[in-house]
C-alpha cells in the first residue's frame, strides 16, 4: 500500500493580477517556498513559469536531488487554502 502523505490542496494566484496559476498539493505546513511537478493537480499556465494572463515569472525551475521542481519567487504569488 502506498504511503498516504499529509498535506492539502492549496490554489496558488499571480500576486499582480490574481489570475491562478496551479492547484497544488502542498505535503505539511509552513510557507510555500516550491513546486514538487508530480504535485501540481491542475497547472493553468502554459507550464512556462509565467502567469499566463500578464507574463509575470513567478517560479524558477531547479533542480534538487535529481528532480526538478518550481522554485517559487517570493513575492510573486499568493496561496489560498
Ligand atoms: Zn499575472
Redesign the pocket.
Known amino acids: 500500500m502506498k504511503k498516504k502523505i499529509k498535506g492539502h490542496v492549496i490554489e496558488i494566484y499571480?500576486?499582480?493580477?490574481?489570475?491562478l496559476?496551479y492547484r497544488y498539493f502542498k505535503a505539511g505546513s509552513g510557507y510555500l517556498v516550491k513546486c514538487y511537478k508530480d504535485r501540481i493537480l491542475r497547472n493553468y499556465t502554459n507550464g512556462d513559469l509565467k502567469?499566463?494572463?500578464?507574463?509575470?515569472q513567478?517560479a524558477r525551475e531547479v533542480m534538487i536531488h535529481g528532480k526538478l521542481i518550481h522554485k517559487i519567487i517570493q513575492g510573486k504569488v499568493f496561496v489560498k487554502k
Open positions: 499571480c500576486a499582480d493580477c490574481r489570475k496559476l502567469c499566463h494572463k500578464c507574463g509575470k513567478f
